[in-house]
């Protein structure tokens, strides 16, 4: 058995990489092949069963043969066509046996892959969107297919469905429109779902199991407990293709979470149990933890990237993708990523490719697909902590306020600095955070996610003593921040109705009560929804909000105010006025001559343009 070193050695890749588009499984008319990357293994068997139950018999067990670049070859009988099958491999002192790590239809909970061509299960008619504009076009709207469905008031049948979240004409009992029906008014392009891949930390067979699924078993396979019958390997496919191609006739882009930087559980996955050692990052003879889950892939081995890269392709491909997030993208290399990038580019060049850029990777950290190498990675977006940071506070180095808080005035300064640069796109952030960002699209701006306290709940937690009528002012001061920066505007769902995780800041495994979108809440704070809808009127309406060359971001947009007594004011073309106040005192003077002006949006309902209220938005147009 090879040491662990020499395994990761880069003579071990250039001698077993094999750079042939034919791992897994190949359906042809009259045989199956089957090819394994497995260089370090002694042996290899294909283990048939006879169906897709847990407890399902044993058909045969056959033997492999060694074949090019460490991969091991068969060709199997038609007659195995649908029947489950796994590998049973055997090294210097022991066996394991595994599903296919390329498998793309698996049984309930991914115990058995199955010997079926998932690419021919699809509904009619399904292809891919036209390309999409540009980048800075897009607005994100992330949501987790369990959640956005599950309440009660929901409307929906199938809730948390791939089903649910295309059904139409659903409205909660206070009369909203919910659901997809919502999506396409609320004036959004990209719906982003959390994992829809096949996970591991729950029982698929356990209609009330609840996680997020950062936690990835089978990469090409979506998630059973989302299709209308786990046990049925056909079932998640076309429920997924359908809900994507409702998606689309609506309109809108689907992107999907990925998560490749770590797995469930290393010595229970396809990749380590394929080939032991190769595929994770070791420090000091063990894996490496930046990611917190004790896994760290190495997306920089030729067979890791082929791995990585190979997947996403399917994915684009086969499941008509308009995105993809990759989650802590900064432990991925950045070689891979650009190599990803010009994939996609080949299927759809408008595909978003975007990801958390935290500087987190342990081992190489010269090449990671970070902050820190944004300027070597074009056309990749990251998400921006510097400017998330700037308005609501960070909360790794304890729990701190951002500019819709009450803040010191060092604190202020150093907001205000960091959000006028976010606000114009992130060119300044290359020296005020090291982060060299080339164009506008490579920032995601947003104030709130998945993760971490709900700005609502967060508000709630720092300034206990305000009423929630200034929660919501403070709330959407900072969504109309977001919308309206330079960049790629990214939105938490229900945050446009004040979301709230009951004061939960990790809420992955909480459960539905926790995770759920309040349908009723949503109802409530109807004219808070149509809020964010305007402001995306606006947003669309004007290209001076949606700039993606930061040349023509300085020649177009002047800083008229910066921070001082709480005011931000920004004019683009000499035309449109944008004002943010922050403070929450009395009407402000502006001290601006807006002869000619006339106030479009406000989140205030006084109209005079010389004055703006506390806590505020305000858009100005010239008559």
Not at 462 to 469: A, G, S, T, Y
Request: glycine content about 6%; overall charge negative.
């Amino acid at each position: 058995m090879l040491s662990i070193d020499e395994i990761q050695s880069p003579e071990f890749d250039m001698k077993y990489f094999y750079d042939v588009d034919d791992l897994g499984a190949t359906f042809y008319d009259d045989k199956i092949k089957l090819r394994l990357w497995a260089p370090t293994a002694e042996k290899v068997c294909v283990n048939l069963f006879a169906n897709y139950q847990s407890d399902a018999p044993k058909l045969a067990s056959l033997e492999m043969a060694k074949s090019e670049k460490g991969t091991w070859l068969i060709f199997l009988d038609k007659k195995y066509y649908g029947k489950a099958y796994t590998y049973c491999l055997t090294f210097d002192n022991f066996t394991t046996e595994t599903v296919d790590p390329y498998i793309q239809m698996v049984t309930i909970n991914g115990k058995y892959g199955v010997l079926s061509d998932a690419n021919k299960i699809k509904p009619e008619n399904f292809d891919r969107m036209s390309p999409f504009s540009k980048a800075t076009d897009a607005i994100i709207y992330e949501t987790s297919v369990r959640d956005f469905t599950i309440d009660v008031n929901s409307g929906v049948k199938n809730k948390g469905k791939f089903l649910g979240m295309i059904e139409s004409d659903t409205e909660t009992p206070l009369g909203l429109s919910s659901g997809l029906d919502y999506l396409k008014k609320l004036g959004i392009t990209h719906v982003q779902f959390m994992p829809i891949y096949d996970f591991g930390s729950i029982d698929e067979s356990v209609p009330d199991a609840y996680n997020w699924g950062y936690d990835p078993a089978n990469y090409n396979v979506p998630e059973g407990s989302f299709a209308s019958d786990p046990a049925d390997p056909a079932s998640r496919i076309m429920e997924m293709k359908q809900m994507i191609k409702g998606l689309h006739d609506a309109g809108l882009r689907v992107s999907m979470d990925v998560v490749y930087n770590h797995v469930y559980i290393r010595r229970m996955h396809a990749l380590e149990k394929t080939v032991p050692g190769y595929f994770f990052q070791y420090r000091d003879g063990k894996p490496t933890n930046g990611s917190a889950c004790r896994n760290d892939v190495a997306s920089e081995r030729l067979m890791c990237r082929k791995y990585i890269y190979d997947s996403v392709m399917y994915w684009a491909k086969e499941y008509k993708l308009d995105g993809f997030r990759f989650d802590l993208m900064g432990i991925l290399d950045v070689d891979t990523m650009n190599q990803i990038k010009r994939g996609l580019n080949e299927i759809d060049p408008s595909i978003l490719v975007y990801g958390e850029g935290w500087d987190m990777r342990q081992t190489n950290h010269e090449i990671g697909a970070g902050q820190y190498n944004a300027n070597k990675l074009p056309g990749i977006s990251f998400f921006s902590d510097d400017f998330r940071d700037s308005i609501r506070g960070s909360e790794f180095a304890g729990v701190e306020p951002g500019l819709v808080f009450d803040m010191d005035h060092y604190g202020y300064y150093r907001a205000s600095r960091m959000f006028i640069a976010g606000f114009l796109g992130g060119k300044f952030y290359s020296s005020l955070s090291n982060h060299p960002y080339q164009s506008p699209m490579q920032t995601i701006n947003y104030v709130e996610c998945h993760d971490n306290y709900t700005l609502f709940d967060k508000l709630k937690l720092l300034m206990p003593n305000i009423d929630e009528k200034e929660i919501h002012r403070r709330a959407k001061l900072a969504l109309a921040m977001a919308i309206l920066a330079e960049g790629i505007p990214f939105i938490n769902s229900g945050q446009e109705a004040f979301r709230t995780k009951q004061g939960d800041p990790n809420s992955y495994s909480s459960g539905d009560q926790i995770n759920k979108i309040d349908w009723n809440r949503m109802s409530k704070n109807k004219d808070d929804v149509l809020y964010l809808s305007e402001l995306l009127k606006i947003r669309k309406k004007y290209d001076v909000f949606r700039l993606d060359d930061y040349s023509e971001i300085e020649k177009r947009i002047k800083l008229l105010i910066a921070g001082q007594n709480g005011l931000f004011a920004f004019s683009y073309d000499q035309n449109i006025i944008v004002i943010f106040n922050v403070f929450n005192d009395q009407k402000t003077n502006l001290g601006l001559d807006m002869t000619g002006f006339k106030k479009i949006f406000s989140s205030d309902a006084d109209q005079d343009c010389h004055t703006v209220a506390p806590l505020s938005v305000n858009v100005f147009v010239r008559k």
